[in-house]
């Protein structure tokens, strides 16, 4: 009996465990059930609520419970403050999607600075966000869906840098005639200072930090002067350049463009460079500017100027001799200085200086066209075969690479060839001016004249800065002996640049051969004042021909003084020698006479002139020898 007991009571025992653990299954059920009907009707009600949780606000008054639920409705200004917050959240994502855009920029990834930026500018539409997508879209190629994208907003019509970047991409479309209607009408007072028409507030877009900007108004005439250019209307082209470097001197390209393709005379030059208003730490980029004009003052003058900008400290605050900032050995002052050589007719000099400067940056173009000059010159046939090579095979598509071909076909006397190659310059870069005057000089060398002309009169219409081509064509003319025309070109030349020696030697040798000697001896003297450094070789034929113009005015003494100069010069020359002979010879001095005529028979033992004269002078001094045997 107890054993039954015994056994029913534990039965009882498992029956009240096992009602117990299933009532505790019911209510954790009961409890997940009602868990999950308090989050649906979160979801439904109030959507916001997962904002919170990304981001936890604290909001004591919501009791999120099934019996409160209703009865704690929020307020509208609950509302309010989770619109806030959410606008906060929104704004931090979309400036680091902006700081994405700037980064793929600097990384130069445009197809995901697009990308983000069509994003960006669909969240906010802001201004800043629009113009922010046009210039990925510009630096990506774009061109047309950034006009389009440009022009589709009203704010082009009131702010200048949507205009600006809008008239960019139309000039990447060679559009020119939309560009400057773009742009605008514009105009100068009479200081020469630009002055838009249209009302345009200047928005200042992506800017974070305090950069120094160039004036917008002289980018926009910059480029108005360039789609001048590009319309071959070159006086507008000057107009607007000097516009923009005037508007704001920082703008290089500019004053570039004025001196490569030789818009300016040397006067208008210095004129426009002193008119700048540079500001006062921008004392070194005045000096910059003019060493890079043309230079024919004296050779004191323009070395006081390179060594100014060599040692000019440039730095704005003070520092130890460890820190001084110079420009003393940066490329482009250095490849001024080269070119300054060249004008100077110091061509080893100038190509010394040249090769090293190419050593340290191979593909500075401006060194490399010194170079090359420099090289012609010289006769390096080799050095030009090297660098015309070097530059088709780098730059195929620019005029210098095929200039510097013409140039070794010239050096080599290949003159069809070289003749062939500068027109190929011309044809890739018609404002290319060495390339015409390559042109024409290779005509001239094989003396077809018409065409030769047509080269240098091309040139001249087009630089109209430059007085090259005035004075090559004053030399056909001459070399056909019209000499009043010669005269006249070589006049408009002197009128363009006034500081050439060379213009002035060849006045000198127009008048020789006019027979006007007084005049001739004037330029002449006149030349030897304007050569910017002491005589060097090159100016050698000028003292001769200084010479020459005294013996003829039989101002001998003076003649003999300038041949000997001459002589110190060059020693080479047949010239002098049979000049200075025949000067001794007019003088009765037989015995210097034969002398010298000897040395010009060493020369060239074939000379005509010479070997009469000589002839002469020996019989002239043996008549003199028995005179005075006679009076003995």
Same mark, same amino acid.
């Given at each position: ?21 299933? !009532? ?6 009961? /409890? ?46 609950? @509302?309010?403050?989770?619109? /806030? ?13 902006? #700081?994405?855009?700037?980064? *793929? ?58 205009? %600006?970047? +809008? ?6 479309? &060679?559009?020119?005639?939309? *560009? ?26 992506? &800017? ?13 005439? @910059? ?19 000097? +516009? ?12 570039? *463009? ?39 003052? /004296? ?36 490849? *001024? ?51 015309? =090579? ?18 070794? %076909?010239? =050096? ?9 190659? @500068? ?16 042109? #024409?000089?290779?005509? +001239? ?20 800065? =430059? ?26 030349? !002197? ?12 006045? #000198?040798? $127009? ?54 100069? +001459? ?26 006479? $034969? ?14 002139? =010479? ?7 020996? $019989? ?9 045997? #006679?009076?003995?």
């Amino acid at each position: 009996m107890e054993e039954n007991e015994g056994k029913n009571e534990e039965k009882r025992k498992e029956s009240v465990s096992f009602q117990n653990g299933r !009532k505790r299954k019911e209510e954790k059920g009961k /409890k997940e059930r009602r868990r999950k009907e308090e989050k649906r009707k979160e979801k439904i009600f109030f959507p916001f609520l997962s904002l919170v949780k990304a981001k936890p606000v604290k909001l004591r008054y919501l009791k999120f419970t099934s019996r409160s639920f209703i009865l704690h409705k929020p307020s509208p200004q609950h @509302f309010q403050i989770f619109s /806030k917050s959410k606008k906060k959240m929104m704004e931090e994502e979309i400036e680091k999607l902006r #700081g994405v855009v700037r980064d *793929c920029v600097s990384k130069h990834l445009y197809s995901s600075a697009i990308f983000f930026a069509d994003k960006v500018a669909a969240f906010t539409s802001d201004p800043a966000d629009i113009y922010m997508q046009a210039q990925a879209l510009f630096l990506g190629r774009h061109y047309r869906r950034a006009f389009h994208l440009l022009n589709a907003s009203q704010i082009i019509l009131r702010d200048l840098r949507f205009r %600006y970047l +809008a008239a960019k991409c139309l000039e990447e479309l &060679k559009e020119w005639d939309q *560009c400057l209607q773009m742009l605008g009408e514009g105009s100068e007072d009479e200081h020469g200072n630009f002055r838009d028409t249209k009302d345009s507030d200047v928005m200042y877009l992506d &800017k974070d930090t305090e950069d120094r900007e160039i004036n917008i108004s002289s980018a926009i005439c @910059f480029l108005r002067g360039k789609a001048y250019e590009a319309l071959e209307n070159r006086s507008q082209a000057r107009k607007w350049y000097t +516009a923009a470097i005037r508007a704001d001197p920082l703008c290089y390209e500019a004053l570039e *463009c004025l001196i490569e393709n030789h818009m300016l005379t040397c006067e208008e030059e210095k004129s426009l460079i002193s008119s700048l208003q540079f500001a006062q730490e921008d004392g070194w980029l005045s000096s910059f500017y003019s060493c890079l004009i043309k230079k024919y003052e /004296k050779a004191t003058v323009v070395e006081e100027k390179f060594n100014k900008l060599e040692n000019e400290d440039i730095s704005t605050k003070p520092s130890n001799d460890s820190m001084i900032c110079t420009l003393k050995n940066n490329t482009d002052l250095l490849a *001024c200085k080269a070119e300054y050589y060249h004008q100077c007719g110091e061509y080893q000099k100038c190509f010394e200086l040249t090769s090293i400067l190419l050593e340290k940056d191979p593909f500075h173009l401006k060194s490399t066209m010194v170079h090359i000059a420099a090289a012609m010159e010289l006769g390096h046939s080799n050095e030009l075969y090297l660098m015309s =090579c070097n530059l088709v095979k780098d730059y195929p598509q620019k005029a210098i690479s095929w200039f510097a071909v013409g140039c070794y %076909y010239y =050096c080599i006397k290949k003159y069809d060839q070289s003749r062939r190659y @500068f027109s190929k310059a011309t044809s890739l870069d018609g404002t290319f001016a060495p390339g015409w005057i390559g042109f #024409g000089n290779a005509y +001239a060398a094989k003396e077809e004249g018409d065409q030769a002309m047509s080269g240098y009169r091309t040139a001249a219409r087009l630089f109209p800065g =430059c007085h090259l081509p005035a004075l090559y064509i004053g030399m056909e003319y001459m070399r056909t002996h019209s000499f009043k025309l010669a005269d006249q070109f070589f006049m408009q030349a !002197k009128a363009i640049c006034p500081s050439d020696p060379l213009v002035y030697n060849e006045l #000198g040798v $127009v008048a020789y051969n006019m027979k006007e000697y007084n005049k001739a001896v004037w330029w002449f003297e006149k030349t030897l004042v304007h050569i910017p450094s002491p005589l060097s070789e090159m100016w050698e034929s000028t003292v001769v021909n200084l010479a020459h113009a005294l013996r003829k005015l039989k101002r001998y003494s003076e003649a003999i003084t300038y041949y000997e100069k +001459a002589l110190a010069l060059s020693t080479r020359s047949l010239s002098t020698y049979a000049g200075l002979a025949y000067t001794y010879h007019m003088q009765d001095n037989y015995t210097d006479a $034969v002398t010298y005529y000897h040395k010009a028979l060493w020369i060239n033992p074939d000379d005509q002139f =010479c070997t009469e004269m000589l002839t002469l002078a020996l $019989v002239d001094e043996s008549r003199q020898g028995l005179d005075n045997l #006679g009076h003995d």
